[in-house]
């Protein structure tokens, strides 16, 4: 019994997973089988792996013209069979509904079918962007559909050619409730080629509609700064030699595939206070001739895709350079530090005497010597009658020291 619960489950979560894109293809032969109009082509296919349409007919017909419509953007294709299949640069997005016509040239005959998506209005991925960076690393992130259910989890399918097998998402970024909220991917090779992303959900409230895209990787690829940026700079005539040479890749591209930015400041003057407007070129060298000797500058290129095909946007900075010479504030600011300094030291000692010395003792005043030619007659007086017995006794010492 618990086998048999295993296995419906199984069965349901599989359906579950795979229904969307099922649906889908059933969605496009009951449309065109149920069209009351009378016409040899029939049982239109679309096999959107393969990006490959096929059909029947009761008439062996030369030649056909199948067209593949998608808003303003059409794809038409000529061939001999009852297949027609479409490269990854011709291929349009079904998500938002797509439209197949097969025709035969030089008659009236065609064979008309619209392909809608099926799944909760609202419930497919928004803002979906991918950029490459570092070379070989690729970002892709998306938000959940507005109208998407809380349970709503998703899955990235990914190939380079309509050959190749989708390829699932190995590492996912997760947001709130472990839902997956974008992928990472690594060793990403970057070739003039058209990449098929698509975006698959599942959920135990409804059916999801998913989202497709083509995109070329060249395109979204965010640039490294240009290389070994160096600055000559020369006194009389005064002047500097800016050069450097175009940023890493994973592929080849020519000089003139590139546009640079030149970024040149005043050490110390900010952003928001700079006038002069950024500097552009499509050559790997700039002659910089508001040199000032006596002023330090700072220096910063980034580079984007010119004709080639390559990202239009600008990549990033280089690391900053400085260049010149600084104003001689040196020995203002040394002679300012030694008076400060001079001056906290001269406070400390006398907040420390104050607080621990006795200027007294550690500076007692000098005795001044007598002057015996000014003393008066009073003071000798005095000091006769402070001593009379001392004077005495030194007069008896002397009489007897002559008897003997």
Known sequence: MFDTLGLIWMSWWCMTLFHPLHADLQRIERICSAETEESPITNLTWNWRRMELSWESSKNFPSYTCMMTSGDRRRRKKVENRKCWFSMENSLPLQGGISFTIEVPNTNISKHCRFIPEGKKGSAIE???????????????????????????YFLYWKNSRDDNETECELYIKGENGMHTGCRF????????????????????????????????????????????????????????????????????????????????????????????????????????????????????????????????????????????????????????????????????FFLCKRYC???????????????????????????????????????VTMVEEMT
């Open 127 to 153: 803002n979906f962007s991918c950029v490459i960076y570092d070379v070989s690393l690729m970002n892709c992130t998306w938000q959940a559909g507005r109208n998407a259910p809380g349970d709503t989890q």
């Open 186 to 349: 690594q060793n990403v090779m970057i070739e003039e080629k058209t990449t098929y992303f698509l975006v698959d959900g599942i959920s135990s409230d409804s059916q999801i509609q998913f989202y497709d895209e083509y995109i070329e990787l060249c395109e979204i690829e965010r640039l490294t700064p240009p290389l070994n940026v160096s600055v000559n700079c020369t006194v009389n005539p005064a002047g500097c030699t800016i050069t450097w040479q175009k940023p890493r890749a994973s592929y080849e591209k020519p000089e003139h595939c590139f546009t640079y930015e030149i970024n040149i400041q005043n050490k110390g003057e900010h952003d928001k206070d700079k006038k002069d407007p950024p500097v552009i070129v499509n050559t790997n060298k700039y002659e910089f001739e508001n040199y000032n000797v006596k002023k330090k500058y700072i220096l910063k290129i980034r580079a984007r895709g010119n004709s080639c095909t390559i990202n239009k946007s600008w990549g990033e900075w280089s690391k900053p350079i400085e260049f010149g010479e600084n104003e001689d504030y040196f020995l203002v600011v040394l002679l300012l530090l030694i008076v400060l300094g001079t001056i906290l030291v001269t406070l400390l000692l």
């Open 358 to 396: 006795s200027f007294k003792r550690v500076f007692p005043p000098i005795p001044q010597p007598r002057d015996k030619f000014n003393t008066s007659h009073d003071e000798n007086i005095q000091t006769e009658n402070m001593f009379p017995s001392s004077l005495s006794c030194t007069k008896e």
